[in-house]
């Protein structure tokens, strides 16, 4: 799984060195995507898709965290019901689903996770987002190296990302 930067320039003109900085070390147009609001051009840039511009692994993600706090407490609820009833198989299976989604709500928050709604002021005040699909590894360095070349740019976050699905 790669890691998704999220980084904030002021123009396009600085976005699109920050690009070829980004090639030149060794990141492929196919990894950076650009995001800014209706009205600004992205000429050179590689635009990021539908789904990046609309924010769908974010989206995913809390339909993902609601439906898993839901089944906790319908399984709390089977819980109590099974522990009225005296059903202790019924009871033991309403324990494990809950441990299950509690495990699984705490990898979920384990993940890093920035939306572009935390990121729209900028993109609404004319500012450009790249977003920069890297290996886990690499995002110390990737952060380091673009911070030494454009001081102007801002880190906006870091998330995960599906790279097949193109998210």
Known sequence: MKRRLYFLFPDTAQSRIAVEDLTW?????????????????LEGLPKASEWQRRDLLHHLERIWWNTNLAVFFLALLGLVIGVLSAATAWSVAMIALMIATL?????????????????????????????????????ADIES???????????????????????
Request: a positive charge; hydrophobic letters at 45%; glycine letters at 14%.
């Open 25 to 41: 070390h060794g990141i492929g147009k196919r990894h950076i995507h650009a995001v800014a609001r209706a009205g600004v051009a």
């Open 103 to 139: 495990v699984l709500g705490v990898l979920e928050t384990g993940l890093p996770s920035v939306g572009l709604g935390e990121l729209r002021d900028a993109l609404r005040h004319g500012e450009v987002l790249l977003l920069v699909d890297v290996p886990q590894a690499s995002v």
């Open 145 to 167: 190296f673009l911070h030494s070349r454009h001081p102007t740019a801002t880190l906006g976050g870091v998330s995960w990302t599906i790279e097949r699905f193109g998210m």
